[in-house]
């Protein structure tokens, strides 16, 4: 068993939400070698997607020993299996408010998956999307491509021949503390803003429904949003756009 762990970065994608979705998996052994894996599916979500490539992850890895090191931009997945998990199974399945959790069956499978490498077997840690980590920029390509139904060429070989710096990870992956404002508000509350890019011209809207009505039908057309100024300044950096333009 290596003492060294496998290292997976999985993203998730959907154009719609819900709407064509695809997920993306780059796995990298100690051994050295890189194998990237990536699905699409026509009708589905976000959230469903970022548990799928997790799923994906670690099925893919499940006859290899030793602990593994899960990189994902997702503090859905993240707090969903170290916080919530608990009080959903003890509640058979419901949320705090009574209601039945969301994608139960996609939640035990990945529970499942990683519950079976033991206590501690699973390290989850959290990147910033479009921070310019190699392994999350590259499953947020596959996912994203495979959701606008682009073909991606997936590798699978040695790390030698790899074009992306997979082992260069990020120093802090703890998942963001949210602040007392934020806390109070309900999931449902306004974002700080809704971004939207089309032909190449990035606007703000106040609300999602403006911001859906400019992408709808568009094609190429790229969507967000925001939850607060700093969020709404990595978003325009991911899309190559300068935030004094809008």
């Given at each position: 068993m290596s003492a060294l762990p496998v290292v997976v970065f999985c993203d998730g994608a959907a154009k719609g939400n819900p709407g064509p979705g695809g997920w993306g998996v780059v796995i990298a052994t100690p051994e050295g070698r890189v194998t990237e894996l990536g699905g699409a599916a026509p009708h589905t979500t976000n959230n469903k997607m970022e548990l799928t490539a997790a799923i994906r992850g670690l099925t893919a890895i499940e006859e290899i020993d030793g602990p593994v090191a899960m990189y994902t931009d997702s503090t859905y997945v993240i707090q969903g299996l170290n916080e919530w998990i608990w009080g959903w199974r003890r509640r058979g399945w419901k949320t705090a408010t009574g209601t039945d959790v969301l994608n139960r069956e996609l939640w035990q499978a990945l529970?499942?998956?990683?519950?079976?490498?033991?206590?501690?077997?699973?390290?989850?840690?959290?990147?910033?999307?479009?921070?310019?980590?190699?392994?999350?920029?590259?499953?947020?390509?596959?996912?994203?491509?495979?959701?606008?139904?682009?073909?991606?060429?997936?590798?699978?070989?040695?790390?030698?021949?790899?074009?992306?710096?997979?082992?260069?990870?990020?120093?802090?992956?703890?998942?963001?503390?949210?602040?007392?404002?934020?806390?109070?508000?309900?999931?449902?509350?306004?974002?700080?803003?809704?971004?939207?890019?089309?032909?190449?011209?990035?606007m703000r809207h106040a609300t999602w429904a403006d911001c859906e009505r400019r992408v709808k039908g568009r094609s190429g057309a790229r969507f967000k949003k925001a939850i607060d100024a700093a969020d709404e300044s990595a978003i325009l950096r991911s899309w190559h756009v300068k935030s004094e333009s809008l």
């Open positions: 529970d499942a998956l990683a519950s079976a490498r033991g206590k501690g077997g699973v390290a989850w840690h959290y990147v910033r999307g479009h921070s310019g980590i190699p392994g999350n920029e590259r499953v947020d390509a596959i996912a994203d491509g495979l959701a606008r139904g682009l073909p991606i060429v997936l590798y699978d070989g040695p790390l030698a021949e790899y074009a992306l710096p997979i082992f260069d990870l990020p120093d802090d992956t703890s998942v963001p503390k949210r602040t007392a404002s934020a806390a109070g508000r309900s999931s449902k509350s306004a974002a700080y803003s809704y971004l939207s890019l089309v032909d190449g011209t990035a």
